[in-house]
């Protein structure tokens, strides 16, 4: 009787330890995101993904470099906040490997005004501030070109800066800015080029408030489409499971209700 009793309590310790008697949960799927809107985004999947067996981790990026860095290092699993044009100049300055799984959507670049209100109050020496990373700038530099503020030199493409500028008929005069910086910089220069994202964060809308912003049905919306990037060759089930979320009607609902033009899905 004695050595059944050890055997029940012996029995009971072993599935009393942490671990034992029952399956341990996987480890989040990590995305590092910026705030507005990829990481609104990944707030609306999530519980969508979990339905689906995936559970994932948002770590919040208020940059355009870390987010790579730490996907890179292995400290994520995925990040959101940048297009295509970006990732591939990323990878060729930094000696990074990343790709994009999935285009999600765009944010049309806006030109809102400053000081001046509208295009025709821009005087000669004006300011106007543009980001400074690479794709970014050039996509602002096209923006200006498009409504006739400047041209830019036809050779320059996608890295094109203040420095391939041709013709600058006001002499409008370029502050280069981090894009996170431009929105709180507005009223110190007459119009600024707002990355859509920190336009959005900023409760401005390229749609609504913007004197002129890229077409949602021009060639710059299926080239700077937003996307989630992973390490390159990753083929992980959640990965795939987060492209078909990511792409689903669901959230193409939700781009358009939520955003009102200033998110335009492209799926």
């Known amino acids: 009787m004695r050595r059944k009793i050890l055997l029940v309590l012996a029995l009971a310790m ?3 330890l942490p671990g034992c008697g029952k399956k341990e949960s996987a480890a989040a799927f990590r995305i590092g995101a910026t705030p507005v809107p990829h990481e609104e985004i990944l707030n609306f999947v999530k519980p969508i993904l979990e339905e689906k067996g995936v559970a994932i981790e948002i770590v919040q990026f208020t940059d355009y470099v870390q987010p790579n860095l730490a996907l890179q290092n292995e400290e994520l699993d995925a990040n959101f906040f940048q297009h295509a044009p970006y990732l ?11 790709s994009s799984a999935v285009e999600v959507h765009f944010e049309p670049l806006g030109l809102f005004p400053g000081k001046a209100s509208r295009l025709e109050d821009l005087q000669e020496g004006d300011t106007v501030a543009v980001p400074n990373d690479t794709t970014n700038e050039a996509r602002a530099l096209l923006l200006l070109e498009e409504v006739g503020l400047i041209k830019v030199r036809d050779d320059a493409g ?9 013709e600058n008929p006001k002499n409008l005069q370029f502050v280069e800015l981090e894009a996170a ?5 507005l009223q110190d220069v007459s119009v600024a080029v707002i990355n859509g994202n920190y336009a959005i964060e900023a409760g401005l809308n390229a749609a609504t408030d913007a004197l002129a912003s890229e077409d949602k049905d021009s060639l710059a919306a299926q080239t700077f489409a937003n996307i989630v990037a992973v390490r390159t060759g990753d083929q ?16 193409r609902a939700f781009l358009e209700e ?7 899905p492209v799926f």
């Open 236 to 251: 992980r089930e959640e990965i795939r499971i987060l492209k078909e979320v990511l792409q689903s009607e669901e959230v």
């Open 88 to 98: 591939e100049d990323f990878n060729v300055k930094n000696n990074t490997q990343l």
């Open 181 to 185: 910086q431009i929105a709180r910089s």
């Open 158 to 166: 996608l890295e094109a800066t203040i420095r391939d500028i041709e």
């Open 258 to 264: 939520k955003y009102q033009g200033a998110v335009v």
């Open 14 to 16: 072993v599935f009393a």
